[in-house]
């Protein structure tokens, strides 16, 4: 319970993925991480294993029936969600997201004058959640209330860390934890319905994310559903924002442990974007800059747990395994075992290059779930973290002030380092002057 991202992996590396029965007082979930047994969960027998069960209910208090859910919920959120983060449409957002990252990191010039420090962990968060918030809302929020969602939010992911540690805690006590994940979920209603409203009562044809989901609802129903709306962007805005948040935040210390190809990246930052401002299709450009980012999902991969619950008997892995039990499906794990990932414990991007013809197991990678419940803001990601990184590469020389073997830890259902990280901005003097 100490360290469970640590010791459950070891746990599945050390059984060379096969299943292993977790002995949690009278708690005994399932551990799995081969990509085989990951294929049957997530992909051939996927309804028979569904996001139900004790690990989702600290979750559903918040994200109610949309995307991340089960049943009717999450199939009509799919249904309506999908066209909206296609590679298509996310280019169509890009632009505008480009514009709010360059703005927000553009602000940094203020610490380099000043030879302060930044919170790696408070500005990431920070310029993710504007960018996301653009998307999603469009104008429609001020800076001030956007500062005021992704705190709530993180409050929210991390809050729940005792009732995921300890998820057979029956809900009529009170755990630690409890009293702040409720206060800041009240707060996130109090902040997501009027924008939804204002948005019903416009009524226009904008691309941000709110107007086509109300489009698209009213569409398919005929009415739009203010719950299921609600729930439909506060499925989203988690997904999106913490995701890449947390991504980012451990980018700099590998950066800085490995500075070959913190060297590389650079040059390829600098050779495609100059001194010019970052736009979408400098993205492209730049294939170094993805493989860096595949290797980070792969090392810190944003889920460390997926949990599902069996609906009827089965076997896995030649193990049987009876109705109503719980399986953990462990990315953090299957990203680390050797048969797939030679040196699995070593970050190093020239995995990824070549990708297309490297023959690897289809799901020894799964950053972002796979199946019909796969992640559906990857492409997403992938632009909006190369994004920012490439505006703080361009901009600033960048130096970690505080480097240090960082700790895995649960901040609810996704990773996230335990212990605090500051970086120096200082002017990129070659690139100003290109």
Known sequence: MNDPVTQLAKMGTDADGQVVRLHLGPFRPYLISHPDHVQQILVTDWTNFVREGVFW????RLIGQSILGEGEGWASARKILQPLFTARYTASLAEDMADTIAERIAAFDEFARAGRPIDVEHQMTSIVNEAVIKVLF?????????D??????ATCATSIGFRMLFPFAP????????????RSAKKIDEIVYPLIEQARHERNDGKEIVSALLTARLEKEGRADLRQVRDDLVNIYGAASETTAMSLIWLWQVLHDHPDVHARLQEEVDRVVGGDPVRPSHVAEMPYLRMVLQELLRVYP???VVPRQTVADTEIGGVPIKAGSQVLISPYTTHRLAEFWPRPLEYNPERWANEKTERRHRYAFIPFGVGPHVCLGQHLFYVEAS?????MMSRYRLVLTNPQKLRPVPGGATLRPKQKLYLRVHPNERNRTA
């Open 57 to 60: 209910r600290p979750l559903q």
């Open 302 to 304: 944003n889920a460390w």
């Open 148 to 153: 005021q969602l992704a705190p709530e939010f």
């Open 171 to 182: 809900y009529s006590l009170r755990v630690p934890g409890d009293k702040a994940f409720l």
């Open 138 to 146: 469009g104008g429609r929020i001020s800076p001030e209330t956007a």
């Open 387 to 391: 994004l920012v990184i490439a505006n």
